[in-house]
């Protein structure tokens, strides 16, 4: 089978696995990531193959959704791609970009390196942040009956992985736990231009947010 059929099958694997999943880590979130990884990868030396396959598989089942269980993602993921006559290595450097493409916490250090995982790694958090970013953030929030903001809750910037999976701070918060420290994380060129855009973008927000909340806005 062709590799663009072998993707094929994939995004129709993809959108029906994702039908009706919480709208931040839906089908069209996992369609912007694959969009994101495909423009940072024209200008790397990657394996397109392995970039649209991580791409695409990345959340096939987020840990999130499912008790904390990390290992759910990769073993749907290798299970699908085993029936199509790819190469082991292939299969399995997908399956190494799955199990460590997410954040985890901000004390988290990554145990794996690709340039394929640099690539998608970028695509998937330029898409938490920037105007997509805040609407995705707001969402889980909701999704979870979170708190929109909180003065007496601060961020918390020095939690464990476990801490950090369990929090159920208010959404605000996330803004500092997180999306704001995702632009200095960037591993390619093209995502650290493109996220230096996003944070302008959001750190406009939050003073917007503050000035409302404070009622501080002024009329010229």
């Given at each position: 089978m062709q590799p663009s059929a072998i993707?094929?099958?994939?995004?129709?694997?993809v959108r029906d696995t994702l039908h009706g999943a919480e709208g931040g880590h839906d089908w069209f979130h996992t369609q912007r990531v694959?969009?994101?990884?495909?423009?940072i990868a024209k200008d790397e030396q990657v394996d397109p193959l392995v970039i649209a396959l991580g791409a695409l598989l990345h959340d096939i089942?987020?840990?999130?959704?499912?008790?904390g269980d990390e290992t759910i993602g990769p073993r749907l993921a290798r299970e699908f791609l085993e029936q199509f006559d790819i190469e082991k290595e292939c299969i399995d450097h997908v399956i190494?970009?799955?199990s460590h493409i997410s954040f985890k916490g901000g004390n988290e250090q990554q145990q794996f390196r690709s340039k394929e995982l640099d690539v998608i790694q970028d695509a998937d958090r330029l898409d938490a942040i920037g105007a997509i970013g805040i609407a995705?953030?707001?969402n889980y929030g909701g999704f979870k009956n979170r708190a929109i903001y909180d003065p007496d809750i601060s961020p918390n910037l020095n939690m464990t992985k476990e801490a950090y999976k369990n929090s159920t701070a208010p959404t605000i918060n996330h803004f500092y736990e997180k999306?704001?420290?995702?632009?200095?994380?960037?591993?390619?060129?093209?995502?650290?231009?493109i996220a230096q855009?996003?944070?302008e973008f959001m750190k406009t927000f939050l003073d917007q947010f503050y000035k409302e909340w404070n009622g501080e806005e002024t009329f010229g």
């Open positions: 993707v094929d099958k994939t995004i129709a694997f694959l969009k994101n990884a495909i423009l089942a987020d840990s999130k959704f499912h008790d190494l970009i799955i995705r953030c707001f999306l704001l420290l995702l632009k200095d994380r960037m591993n390619t060129k093209t995502g650290k231009k855009q996003r944070h």
